[in-house]
């Protein structure tokens, strides 16, 4: 895993000094402290910084040539099927010398062969940056489910890319400014979704797309080269569908796990993680590796206990690492210094602990990210099919169950009745894909109004919601339940929880792979009759009886609970002073963005438990840290660590406490 950037230079006004390629490269040493490459190959600068996981030898060096040194390339990735492309298209028959055992050096030949067309083939997380410099072409890619970020902007005649925004707020020309449109989707989202970044003219390159420039360009053109295809098989039956989802699973788990460094497992507890952990064992042989949870003292947030079975069955080495909010309150500005954005997800902060812990041991880390989204785990898919026949329910005692619902206690226990009863009769109301928005909304866009100081200057953005409609609308899936699960691996897999897994692992100099993103697992899923992945109301049918034997039925009949914090609680406790400065009003207004009256409302209304804000104040916490490091001082890099050394797994006990 690596760190890339790079610049291309638009016109003959353009005039980049190598300095600063280096300057902006070097920002990325945390997601690569194994070794920094620079090259310049006429108009185009090329930059990396290296994370030794296979071929450890200086022949993987970046950036990396042909033999002529025609096409160079920067690589931040994993391709699992490096190896079977280089022998399916006969690479080496072909005449291609290679010098490395690395994937870096066989997409390189690749594309001598095929054109960047090459990027189709590939089965893995990556995001790459290719000079053509016969061809003057400039060809960016990043992998489908938005597992490796990669970022961009125009600026003074050059294009500019970069891993991580903070190496692109190293170009000197470039003055940080909020982006409006940004604040308004991170207000109903807590994250900031599609192309956008907090940063006005800064972009984030789609998951699944590629996009070329050459000198000259005043823009770069954008190509998407992967989407799912929904060709459901009904003939499948259920126990086919099962052997099935077993078997591609355990093959991706299979081959992620091949690298030249101790790999370990993020262990919540849940299925997923779980299922990942057994299967790593089976495909090893043996137990002998690293896994590590996360527990809290809120039994409601608290799955360490499903963990510590799961490491017991399976017998490895266990860590458990405890979150508390001194923890968290020490690392808010740290982490964010990580995303380089406002990011809300209470999972993050957890993430970077156990990340932090686990580079003692492990270079590589398994994450269960995708099970979710790919095999329906979500409370809103169940939600589908109860909402469809609530609806046939008269609407004067719908309205009637809504009011008696409104009158439950607030309650700030992770997923409650009192949550998922006021989320469902409210968003029951709405069409498919707002219904899914509603349940994970933050604020809506009437409540988006009384937290902005100047309402009308969002007005001409289009509501949050508009970005579900249209992954819906694109889909070409014939049935809601998969036309909602492409909304997830569009949106929430990619813009939430895959920049917490990688920011929050690269932060530790740790790479991250995610099977469940495996294509052949995510193709064979979309073929999958949809009542083997929601049978009635339960949710990961298909996934829970392929693993019926592997793993304890405590864990896969338990309820899902989900990595997050108990920040509503705290902010009621032992956050309360920290996030009531941080909300003060002289801050508020210092932005010139927020009405300190609507967010004043909003913290009265939670002390008193009148309403629960959690999510709401701790995204706007959030985005005051991130806004007051990077926009009014901009001295967000003296937070940064220095990037560490890996080292080898060592000898353990059976479980740690840390």
């Known amino acids: 895993m690596c760190g890339i950037a790079g610049v291309l230079q638009l016109s003959d006004k353009a005039c980049v000094k190598p300095e600063v390629l280096e300057a902006v490269t070097q920002r990325l040493r ?60 006969g690479l080496d028959a072909k005449g291609h010398r290679f010098v490395s055992r690395t994937d870096t050096e066989v997409i390189i030949h690749l594309y001598e062969e095929l054109g960047i067309e090459c990027v189709k083939q590939l089965n893995g997380m990556f995001a790459l940056a290719l000079w053509d410099n016969q061809r003057r072409v400039l060809h960016l890619a990043r992998d489908p489910y938005g597992i490796k970020p990669l970022f961009y902007m125009i600026c003074n005649n050059t294009f500019w890319f970069a891993s991580e925004i903070k190496a692109l707020l190293a170009v000197p020309e470039y003055t940080p400014a909020p982006s409006r449109e940004a604040l308004h989707h991170f207000l109903g989202f807590d994250y900031v979704p599609g192309s956008l970044t907090a940063f006005q003219g800064i972009h984030e390159l789609r998951p699944g797309w590629r996009m070329e420039i050459r000198p000259g360009d005043s823009e770069p053109r954008f190509e998407r080269f992967f989407d799912i295809a929904y060709k459901v098989d009904h003939s499948m039956s259920e126990q086919d569908a099962i052997h099935q989802s077993r078997e591609v699973l355990a093959r991706s788990v299979e081959r992620q796990l091949i690298a030249d460094v101790p790999v370990g497992v993020m262990l919540s507890g849940g299925m997923d993680s779980s299922a990942l952990t057994a299967l790593m064992a089976r495909t090893r042989g043996d137990a002998d590796f690293h896994t590590f949870s996360l527990a809290f003292d809120d039994a409601s947030f608290d799955e360490s206990s499903y963990a510590d079975m799961v490491a017991d069955r399976v017998g490895t080495t266990h860590h458990e690492i405890r979150v508390t909010p001194e923890k968290v309150r020490d690392l808010l500005t740290r982490y964010l210094c990580y995303i380089d954005e406002p990011y809300a997800d209470g999972s993050a902060i957890p993430t970077y602990l156990l990340a932090q812990t686990a580079t003692e041991f492990v270079t ?138 990688d920011r929050m692992t690269m932060a530790h100099s740790i790479e991250a792979r995610v099977p469940f993103t495996d294509n052949e697992l995510v193709r064979f899923l979309a073929t999958v009759p949809v009542e083997y992945k929601l049978k009635g109301m339960r949710k990961k049918h298909l996934l829970r009886t392929a693993l019926r034997g592997m793993l304890p039925d405590e864990v896969l009949e338990k309820k899902k609970v989900g990595l997050e914090m108990p920040y509503s609680r705290w902010m009621r406790g032992e956050l309360r002073e920290f996030a009531e400065e941080t909300l003060s009003l002289s801050r508020l207004e210092a932005t010139g963005l927020f009405s300190s009256g609507g967010v004043r409302k909003m913290w009265e209304e939670h002390q008193s438990m009148k309403v629960d804000h959690g999510r709401a104040l701790w995204g706007l916490l959030n985005y005051m840290i991130w806004h007051r490091h990077y926009i009014e001082r901009r001295d967000h890099m003296d937070y940064m660590t220095p990037p560490r050394t890996p080292r080898p797994a060592a000898a353990t006990p059976n479980k740690e406490t840390h």
């Open 364 to 501: 590589v880390l398994l994450s269960g990210e995708g099970g979710d989204e790919f095999y329906s785990g979500y409370d809103t898919h169940a939600a589908l099919g109860i909402r469809q026949r609530y609806q046939r329910i008269p609407a004067v005692f719908r309205r009637m169950i809504r009011a008696g619902v409104a009158c439950l206690p607030v309650s700030h226990k992770k997923l409650s009745f009192e949550f998922k009863a006021k989320r469902f009769t409210r968003g029951a109301e709405l069409d498919d894909p707002c219904s899914h928005y509603f349940w994970r909304m933050v604020l809506s866009e009437e409540a988006k109004k009384t937290v902005l100081n100047d309402p009308a200057q969002f007005e001409a953005f289009a509501r949050s919601e508009a970005f579900f409609q249209e992954a819906y609308a694109h889909c070409d899936a014939r049935d809601a339940l998969n036309k909602l699960l492409y909304i997830d691996f569009s949106y929430h897999l990619p813009d939430d929880l895959m920049i917490k897994n």
């Open 30 to 89: 945390h997601r690569g402290p194994d070794a920094c490459g620079l090259q310049w190959v006429g108009p185009c600068g090329l930059g990396h910084q290296r994370l030794s996981i296979i071929d450890l030898s200086d022949a993987g060096r970046q950036p990396m040539s042909n033999e002529d040194g025609a096409v160079w390339i920067v690589y931040n990735g994993e391709t699992y099927n490096f190896k079977d492309l280089r022998a399916q298209f």
